[in-house]
């Protein structure tokens, strides 16, 4: 392992830091060096460099910008999983989607990575949602990663992430893809079309009107700092409906920041 | 046999999810002049599906109220305490009414767009003959049929016998007494009562087929059972038994109802639940 140098310098983190936030107005200063650190080891391992000097200057001198998004998916993107965080996935079983009574239904999976809380959130609707039928029930999907993205649009998982489904469902929604690979599985299309995906910076304009009736941004927010974090959460709950639902990550709150949702369970405000 | 049925019906009630708690603490409030709107909200914090759903139907097209409605204070403030708690149980009623209904033939959404029906048809029924208001028949109407949900199992299985019944000229709801037991509306009347509903509405619910033998005459009897078969005349809810019951003529007469209500409530209705429609589908 004593290959790689793995010092950051303050220098380093510093030119990464600014690269990073000119880019998408994530904000990587205080304590983050080790997960910068660490995070960006993997790029260096995979090109085979041996110091973030190295690295610095192959992102700056590349035209392409192929390493410089495969540097902010490293960043950016985060542990996702089916079902991930039960309580939020109760609390909208039990006290959210039975009641929703509109024809028009809108959530939004704010930093959605490979698309797991998506499809998530389209079983759940699928499954709770007292007529989903007779619905236009649609889910949002957004993240700055196109690479993510893609992923997100294959609908392809490995069996061993789809544990975290509930067995019942996992037969209802999911295909083994056949003899060549069965340890990878498609989500059906009823689950698929249900799911717009969609490339978005959060830091810049919106495209869509909304209303949403739920945002779920969970373990995204923790790249920003806190005056970003404030602007980002209140344009959210403009975008929601009166009563709408927002999510973030169990270990993140909106405390200290100013805001005007009602707090309803940890990680869970209503607008 | 008959009475095997009948407890094991009964039982099954159980099986229902219960109405939140909130639906039946704000239903208390409309007896309670003095409660204030603070104590409103408080009930409502806790159930934040049911404050989403309000808040969207008060913003619907339906009350074109002409600024969004943001915060149950507001609702409160612009719909007035008697609508929203209509509105909590509207919302109640959805999670629970919106699927199909075996045995009685009922499409998805059919049982819930013929309760809606009724409720609507039922203040209709009650401005037109001038009555002194009471919010609570809207609800009453709109869980008259609530017992079909368990009752629709049983019927499926003994359907044969019911439709021989019911081809000699019994009504629809003796032929399920005569071979079940019980019928939809004592079932439903037990689950209003385990919802701990005032009697008036278990009444309400008990003898929406034959208001002439509620225990005491009651205007919130006679007024569901005539919203329902209105409804059912202008079609709407009309399941496999839904043209086999009749007007009880004592009702008609108690409330000194004229034909010319009749037809004046059952055309404000079908346009209310054509606008209804754009909203509930």
């Not at chain 1, 079902?83 to 959210?96: D, P, Q, S, V």
């Not at chain 1, 989607?97 to 998506?118: H, Q, T």
């Not at chain 1, 959460?233 to 200290?256: M, T, Y």
């Not at chain 2, 009471?134 to 009752?151: E, N, P, S, Y």
Request: glycine share 6%.
């Amino acid at each position: 392992m004593g290959l790689i140098s793995s010092e950051l310098t303050d220098e380093q983190f510093r030119k990464i830091s600014q690269l990073v936030y000119r880019l998408c107005g994530i904000n990587l200063k205080n304590g983050k060096e080790a997960l910068v650190k660490s995070r960006l080891m993997k790029r260096l391992r995979a090109l085979n460099m041996y110091s973030f000097d190295e690295y610095i200057q192959c992102i700056e001198s590349e035209k392409t910008g192929r390493e410089l998004s495969h540097m902010i998916d490293v960043l950016t993107t985060n542990k996702t999983g089916f079902f991930r965080e039960e309580a939020h996935f109760f609390f909208l079983r039990e006290k959210f989607l039975p009641f929703l009574n509109d024809k028009r239904v809108r959530f939004w999976s704010a930093g959605c990575s490979s698309g797991e809380e998506a499809y998530s959130l389209a079983i759940s609707l699928r499954e709770y949602l007292p007529r989903i039928d007779s619905l236009d029930a649609k889910i949002l999907a957004t993240d700055i990663s196109i690479r993510m993205l893609e992923k997100a649009a294959k609908g392809l998982f490995e069996r061993k992430t789809l544990d975290s489904v509930p067995p019942g469902l996992f037969k209802k929604y999911f295909s083994a893809l056949g003899k060549e690979a069965p340890a990878v599985y498609r989500i059906h299309d009823a689950i698929r079309d249900m799911v717009r995906l969609a490339r978005l910076n959060l830091m810049d304009a919106w495209p869509m009107r909304g209303p949403f009736d739920a945002i779920l941004c969970r373990n995204v927010m923790i790249y920003f700092d806190k005056e970003t974090q404030a602007k980002l959460v209140n344009r959210f709950w403009d975008i929601l409906s009166p009563g709408g639902i927002f999510i973030v990550g169990h270990s993140e709150s909106l405390a200290g920041i100013s805001h005007k949702f009602q707090y309803v369970q940890p990680a869970v405000y209503q607008k | 046999m008959k009475d095997v049925a009948k407890s094991q019906i009964i039982a099954g009630t159980k099986a229902i999810p219960a109405l939140p708690r909130a639906a039946t603490k704000l239903f208390e409030m409309l007896q309670n002049p003095d409660a204030d709107m603070a104590e409103i909200e408080g009930i409502l914090r806790f159930e934040p599906g049911l404050t989403a759903n309000i808040l969207k139907l008060t913003n619907s097209a339906y009350f074109g109220l002409p600024n969004k409605v943001g915060s149950i204070r507001q609702a409160l403030v612009l719909l007035g305490r008697e609508r929203l708690v209509e509105l909590t149980m509207v919302t109640c009623a959805g999670a629970l009414m919106w699927k199909s209904v075996p045995g009685y033939n009922l499409s998805p959404g059919e049982l819930w767009r013929h309760s809606i029906a009724v409720s609507l048809a039922a203040e209709g029924l009650v401005k037109v003959l001038n009555l002194p208001e009471d919010k609570r028949v809207f609800t009453a109407a709109l869980l008259h049929d609530i017992g079909k949900l368990v009752m629709g199992d049983w019927i499926k299985g003994d359907i044969e016998k019911i439709d021989e019944l019911t081809a000699q000229g019994t009504s629809f709801e003796v032929a399920e007494r005569l071979v079940l037991g019980t019928d939809h509306a004592e079932i439903g009347a037990e689950i209003l009562k385990s919802w701990a509903f005032p009697q008036e509405l278990v009444m309400a619910v008990r003898w929406h087929h034959q208001p002439e033998r509620a225990d005491e005459p009651s205007t919130m009897v006679d007024i569901v059972h005539v919203a329902n078969v209105l409804c059912l005349m202008i079609g709407i809810g009309i399941g496999i038994e839904g043209l086999r019951y009749e007007l009880s003529s004592s009702a008609t007469e108690k409330l000194g109802l004229k034909p010319a209500d009749i037809e004046q409530v059952a055309s404000s209705t079908l346009q209310w639940v054509d606008e209804l429609g754009n909203i509930f589908v």
